[in-house]
Nanobody, 126 residues
């Protein structure tokens, strides 16, 4: 069983910073792409930032220059450093990963797409 668990959300004033973490656990062989999405009230879920296994990154235009995604492959963890936060960054932030894991049902490695965490709430006050 693979799990993604986010942490680090909270309430912060505009202009402040937060660092989100997402730790993947379970029978993981390797993790390919990892990313952060967010879902704000009344809006569609959107990609915030993503990082490949090799470290290549991409960001939503709205967060470029303010957010930084990074990962620690040894810890199966992805981070999102969020600086200069704005009220419009308020949302539930979700971690996402594509990975290869060991399945005891199949007694084999399998590719798993779109594993999601349960989310962590970020609230930015004006």
């Amino acid at each position: 069983q693979v799990q993604l668990v986010e942490s680090g959300g909270g309430l912060v004033q505009a202009g402040g910073s937060l660092r989100l973490s997402c730790a993947a656990s379970g029978s993981i062989f390797s993790i390919n792409n990892m990313g952060w999405y967010r879902h704000a009230p009344g809006k569609q879920r959107e990609l915030v930032a993503a990082i490949t296994s090799g470290g290549s990154t991409n960001y939503a235009d709205s967060v470029k220059g303010r957010f930084t995604i990074s990962r620690d492959n040894a810890k199966n963890t992805v981070y999102l450093q969020m600086n200069s936060l704005k009220p419009e960054d308020t949302a539930v932030y979700y971690c996402n990963a594509d990975l290869i894991y060991y399945s005891s049902d199949y007694d084999a490695l399998r590719y798993g797409m779109d594993y999601w965490g349960k989310g962590t709430l970020v609230t930015v006050s004006s």
